[in-house]
Nanobody
């Protein structure tokens, strides 16, 4: 099993940047695929980005491609989401997820979730 704790959310102006972190417990973190999802108020949870266990493969939602970057440091057991050129529509609670098999955009395929961190983009 793995436990995930997100941090780094906050209030930022349009066009600004934030870096989210997701710290994982457990010595086998490197075997998990990881992903970021987000959920805006009143909306379904949506895929943001994912990365395979070795970091070789990355996937992004079209809405964030070119602005967001997912990365991981297996030695630190941490996943990052660098978010640049933030827009109001990026406002949401951001969740880190992990799974041994899935690296997809379907949140139902991920077994492990963090508690989320709020990102608010103001104009």
């Amino acid at each position: 099993q793995v436990q995930l704790v997100e941090s780094g959310g906050g209030l930022v102006q349009t066009g600004g940047s934030l870096r989210l972190s997701c710290a994982a417990s457990g010595r086998t973190f490197q075997v998990y695929n990881v992903a970021w999802f987000r959920q805006a108020a009143g909306k379904d949870r949506e895929f943001v980005a994912s990365m395979s266990r070795g970091g070789t493969n990355t996937y992004y939602a079209n809405s964030v491609k070119g602005r967001f970057t997912i990365s991981r440091d297996n030695a630190k057991r941490t996943v990052y989401l660098q978010m640049n050129s933030l827009q109001a529509e990026d406002t949401a609670v951001y969740y880190c997820a992990a799974d041994l098999a899935a690296v997809t955009s379907n949140p139902r395929e991920y077994d492990y979730w963090g508690q989320g961190t709020q990102v608010t983009v103001s104009s």
